[in-house]
């Protein structure tokens, strides 16, 4: 169940005792069991077995609690270094950031590790998943085949670049956020049962992130439609959420995964929510103050970054 396994991450700082019970503790163990069996292609009746995958189970269930610990201190740092120090990348990329890539490629790298990694704990427990997990590896998946493979090579110049330090933070960012919601979802969550489908909290969760996706694509489509090929320069993006926000697409982001934290509620689910404020929300913010400099007939009435109000 989802909001016992909530509750159960909730037990950070305690020992192992997760799940709570002792069938759901069984049950839990024999997933561990087929799971690592899969990645090592092992029986669990082999001997010393299944101590070893005891073993190596609890402590990564104690190297997981870390790195969600690390993933929740880490978004008010970024929050924090963000809102002084704008991300060195599009419109705010300068120089003293070392080797710089191209651009489409810098996405390509710093984006894929989220369709990897998640796609590769989905099947590494395909046999026991349920419905409900088959429906966020959809919506996860379409987000990121999107963000890692399409989106890259639909960048208008070619010739942009960002610096390759700024790839690999994003790399080690990606792989380590899709980590905690796989294994979450299809692993330490101990699955969600069919009831969850008619829950309010997932329906309203899937509704806000496929809104969210659907304002994301529409707002960085009328972005690239103000350039020609190859054009590098920048104008008043205007039409869809635009009218309300400066970084329309940025609000559909958040918007995304403030619905894949109701949908899931979960812990990790919630943590990449708070992370794509702490990322997007200062980034909006310098994106605005850089369009009312650049345009002195920049919209007054219009937001930074969340609708009528921020
Ligand atoms: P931006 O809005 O800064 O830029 C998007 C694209 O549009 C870039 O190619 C940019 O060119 C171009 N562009 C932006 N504004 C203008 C303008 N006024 N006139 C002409 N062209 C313009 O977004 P990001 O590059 O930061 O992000 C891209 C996508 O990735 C977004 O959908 C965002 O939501 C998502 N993202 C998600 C994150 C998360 O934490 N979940 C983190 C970062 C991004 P140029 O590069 O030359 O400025």
Request: charged share 15%; net charge positive.
């Amino acid at each position: 169940m989802p909001v016992q396994s909530f509750h159960a991450a909730l037990t950070l700082t305690s020992g192992w005792p997760y799940p709570s019970g002792h069938a759901a503790r069984r049950s839990l163990i024999i997933k561990i069991h087929r799971s690592w069996g899969t990645l090592f292609r092992r029986s669990p009746k082999e001997p010393g077995w299944s101590e070893l995958v005891e073993t190596i189970a609890m402590s990564e269930w104690t190297l997981y609690r870390i790195l969600l610990a690390a993933y929740f201190v880490l978004a008010a740092a970024a929050f924090a270094a963000i809102r002084f120090i704008p991300v060195p990348y599009g419109r705010h990329n300068r120089r003293g950031w070392g080797r710089q890539v191209k651009a489409y490629l810098g996405w390509l790298l710093m984006e894929s590790p989220s369709f990897f990694v998640f796609a590769f704990f989905f099947l590494l427990e395909a046999g026991s998943v349920g419905k409900v997990e088959v429906i966020f590896l959809i919506l996860w998946e379409v987000h990121y085949v999107q963000r890692s493979f399409v989106y890259p090579f639909l960048i208008r110049n070619r010739q942009t670049r960002m610096p390759l330090v700024i790839v690999l933070l994003a790399m080690t960012f990606t792989t380590w956020n899709s980590y905690l919601n796989s294994r979450y979802l299809f692993h330490f969550s101990g699955g969600y049962s069919s009831e969850w489908l008619t829950d309010l909290r997932f329906l309203l969760g899937v509704m806000l992130f496929v809104s969210g996706l659907a304002i994301n694509w529409h707002s960085d489509r009328i972005l690239r439609r103000l350039r020609q090929p190859g054009e590098r320069t920048y104008q008043i993006p205007r039409g869809g959420f635009f009218r309300y926000v400066s970084c329309a697409n940025y609000f559909g982001e958040t918007i995304e995964w403030a619905g894949w934290a109701l949908a899931t509620w979960s812990l990790p689910g919630l943590g990449f929510a708070i992370w794509t404020v702490a990322n997007l929300g200062p980034r909006a913010r310098s994106h605005h103050l850089w369009y009312r400099r650049h345009f002195p007939d920049y919209p007054k009435n219009r937001k930074a970054f969340i609708p009528f109000l921020i």
